[in-house]
């Protein structure tokens, strides 16, 4: 793996990102085009990435493989709210804030940025993977996730259990069905699927950018617990993390998988989570912003120590 490669393609993507950025500041995208780019993005491009690494696959892995990744998901999403907890109490977050951090904490950006980082960095077997642990998250953060939010606040809370199948999900339960059953689609078919799919990465980048420019950048750099909690999400944390996963994951590509889903910056879902139940809205985007901002570097940086 050539680290080199690796931050040419991290830099690639934030100039798509800061692509999506100016054409936001230009006017060219809204925040109604957003939402409209976000909602292709989910219900279109994703779905068809996923069933396109499927589609594409010729070296097919153990169920065992499968089933392990599953263990590994879930583990790793019971080991996160624990250090989502005890990082609030060492930074000393207020708490009517500690739930928007332990919730950042425990979900990252696997579906908009996860995916195509993970291509990238590993290629198309990775996707059917990122596939896996993306479920896993869809399950968690439509169930625990208002939980973990309106900790330390009074507010209800409210299990939204249709969301569980969203179409990436349902994309990855196909997919699993044409993997195991190991069918296949005729090629005209299959190439239309990737031609589609292949419009994930740089869309994804260009929405981000995009909803990145709705916040003022001066509010963003001034608030000071961004850079430390960055630095433990990002870095501290998954330092900490890699020699239990090492010693547990004997797979290259599920180690490198994990440690990476462990690195990402925090999930869009935290804006909206904080609109849904009355929480810091402005510091969940500054903080997607921020963490969002230095993966470009954060992600190189854990792949050469680790991964290389």
Do not use: C
Request: glycine residues 4%; charged residues 10%; proline residues 5%.
């Amino acid at each position: 793996m050539d680290i080199y490669v690796i931050l040419m393609q991290m830099i690639q993507l934030f100039i798509v990102i800061a692509l999506g950025y100016f054409l936001f500041k230009i006017h060219l995208f809204d925040k109604e085009l957003n939402k409209k780019l976000t909602t292709f993005l989910l219900f279109v491009t994703t779905p068809a990435m996923i069933l396109s690494s499927v589609l594409s696959t010729t070296e097919y892995q153990s169920l065992n493989n499968i089933l392990f990744v599953f263990v590994v998901g879930f583990l790793i999403y019971i080991a996160l709210p624990i250090i989502g907890f005890i990082l609030v109490k060492i930074m000393r977050i207020p708490l009517q804030q500690q739930g928007l951090y332990v919730f950042m904490t425990v979900f990252s950006n696997i579906g908009f940025m996860g995916f195509p980082v993970m291509k990238s960095i590993f290629g198309n077997d990775a996707v059917f993977y990122t596939a896996i642990f993306n479920m896993i998250f869809n399950l968690l953060v439509y169930t625990v996730g208002p939980i973990i939010m309106n900790y330390g606040t009074e507010q209800s809370t409210h299990m939204d259990i249709k969301s569980l199948l969203s179409p990436g999900v349902i994309a990855s339960l196909v997919a699993m069905v044409f993997y195991f059953a190991k069918l296949s689609v005729p090629d005209v078919v299959s190439s239309t699927i990737t031609m589609i799919g292949d419009m994930t990465t740089p869309m994804a980048m260009l929405v981000i950018g995009s909803t990145l420019a709705t916040i003022p950048l001066k509010e963003v750099f001034t608030e000071w617990r961004i850079y430390p909690y960055t630095l433990i999400k990002q870095v501290i944390i998954p330092i900490l993390v890699f020699p239990i996963l090492n010693f547990f994951i004997k797979d290259p590509l599920i180690l490198g998988i994990t440690l990476i889903v462990i690195s990402m910056p925090v999930a869009n879902s935290a804006v909206l989570f904080a609109t849904e139940y009355d929480g810091d809205i402005s510091l969940a985007a500054k903080t997607v912003f921020m963490t969002t901002l230095f993966s470009v570097g954060t992600i190189p940086l854990i792949v050469a120590m680790f991964l290389v």
